[in-house]
């Protein structure tokens, strides 16, 4: 069976960065075919009163203005689309998501398109996929009373569809640097391909 991956690296260091090297390591565990590469450290653009503009009038009556400032987020959309797992890495700012993270989940999540509404309440769209998150946190313990980055991320993806979520954590580093590398590597052995 093939398999395409959606490789998302949020943290801002592209060099020395906690999070792109247990992501690296589960890209090449999972041995998938098809790599999407997806690098946030170069922000994506905030979503603004245009945007939403174009987001909420429908596909058939947008101009070339909207559909120009509604193509990114086709584009991202389209990737995780096409991708059978999604592999982000997130390191922990100030007890959250990096804001280049949450820009990608401001663009991502659009009515009709990544979930919809019913009488049940909000369906995710993005179903049948998984995804693998890589966190890297300096003192923050991954599931404390100050970790407002894994609940929030497992939330969203669930929200668009993405309700197989596992976590792979080197947390608190600053505590104990290699035990907490030695937690995340065993628990990438442990991750099925």
């Known amino acids: ?35 999407i590469r997806r690098d946030l450290s170069s922000a994506l653009p905030q979503i603004t009163e245009g945007w939403i503009n174009a987001n909420f009038t429908p596909a058939d009556d947008r101009d070339a203005v909207q559909r120009d400032l509604l193509s990114l987020s086709d584009q991202l959309v389209d990737e995780a689309k096409a991708a059978d797992t999604l592999v982000i890495g997130m390191p922990i700012y100030n007890f959250s998501v990096p804001a280049s993270l949450k ?31 890589a966190v890297a946190t300096g003192g923050t313990q991954v599931g404390s009373d100050i970790d407002f980055a894994t609940g929030y991320l497992r939330h969203v993806l669930g929200f668009i569809g993405i309700t197989d979520v596992q976590f792979v954590s080197a947390d608190a580093m600053g505590q104990d640097a290699e035990a907490a590398m030695a937690r995340a590597n065993s628990a990438i052995e442990a991750l099925a391909a």
């Open 1 to 35: 069976m093939t398999q395409t991956v959606l490789h998302i690296d949020a943290s801002a260091r592209t060099e020395g960065s906690t999070s792109r090297e247990l992501t690296a390591k589960i890209i090449a565990r999972l041995n998938a075919d098809t790599v």
């Open 103 to 133: 820009a990608w989940i401001d663009l991502m999540a659009r009515v009709g398109v990544t979930f919809s509404y019913s009488e049940a309440g909000p369906e995710g769209l993005l179903t049948g996929k998984r995804a693998i998150v």
